[in-house]
Every structure is written in structure tokens, then in C-alpha cells.
């Protein structure tokens, strides 16, 4: 039986504080095309937007620290995804995606809170 590529669930945005932007840690995903970000915040009135960056010229050493910072393109979303509210959630799904590194990065608008961001990957 052959193994299909996926990257099990697993948090890039830790507890991030949302009195400024936030830029998750980076995901290799090659050999994936399916990629879904599952966000949650708590806060006082935290407004801005998600953003979702890919490069190919990104890379890290064996031991996880980068090599090459690499450039960082957004991805054009079909829905810009918003955060508002003091507690709430959201949810963005890529396919079809042929990069090599992907990372969100919350831009933010004003208030504070915390959020909280897991990936997942795997093949089509």
C-alpha cells in the first residue's frame, strides 16, 4: 500500500498576541495540496484580517532553523477572511496549491486578544 503525503493537525499560531500582526510559523508542504487553517481568537473587540503567504525560495536547515528567509507572495483568497468579535472562530481551505512553504499572518486593525491557529495538509 502506498503512504500518501499529510501533515497531521498541528498548531502554527500559539497563543499569539493580537495587539500587533502575527505571522504564523512556516509550513513545508510539499508533495500536499490540500491545506485548511482553523483559527480561534479571545479578546477585547480584536478586528483585522488573515492573509495567507507562500514561497519557494524559503528554506530551513535539519534541525528547523531557515536558511533562506525566502520572498513571501499572498495568496489571492476568494473571501478575505475577517476577525472580529471578542470571541470567535474562522476557517480557510486552500486546494490545489503547488508551493513549496506556506504561512497566515493576521494584519491587525485595532483591540487585543489571542489567537490560536492549527494546519492540516494532505494529498487530493
Not at 44 to 70: F, I, K, M
Request: hydrophobic content about 40%; glycine content about 8%; proline content about 5%.
Amino acid at each position: 500500500m502506498a503512504s500518501r503525503p499529510l501533515i497531521t493537525p498541528h498548531s502554527v499560531i500559539k497563543d499569539g498576541d493580537m495587539s500587533g500582526d502575527i505571522v504564523s510559523d512556516v509550513t513545508i508542504i510539499q508533495n500536499t495540496t490540500l491545506i485548511s487553517y482553523e483559527i480561534s481568537w479571545v479578546g477585547t473587540t480584536p478586528v483585522g484580517t488573515l492573509s495567507v503567504e507562500v514561497s519557494n525560495d524559503y528554506s530551513q536547515n535539519v534541525d528547523g532553523t531557515v536558511r533562506a528567509p525566502g520572498k513571501w507572495t499572498e495568496l489571492p483568497l476568494s473571501i478575505t477572511p475577517a476577525v472580529s468579535g471578542n470571541t470567535d472562530n474562522g476557517f480557510i481551505d486552500i486546494t490545489e496549491l503547488a508551493a513549496y512553504a506556506i504561512r497566515i499572518k493576521y494584519n491587525r486593525t485595532s483591540g487585543v486578544g489571542t489567537m490560536q491557529a492549527i494546519i492540516v495538509a494532505k494529498v487530493a
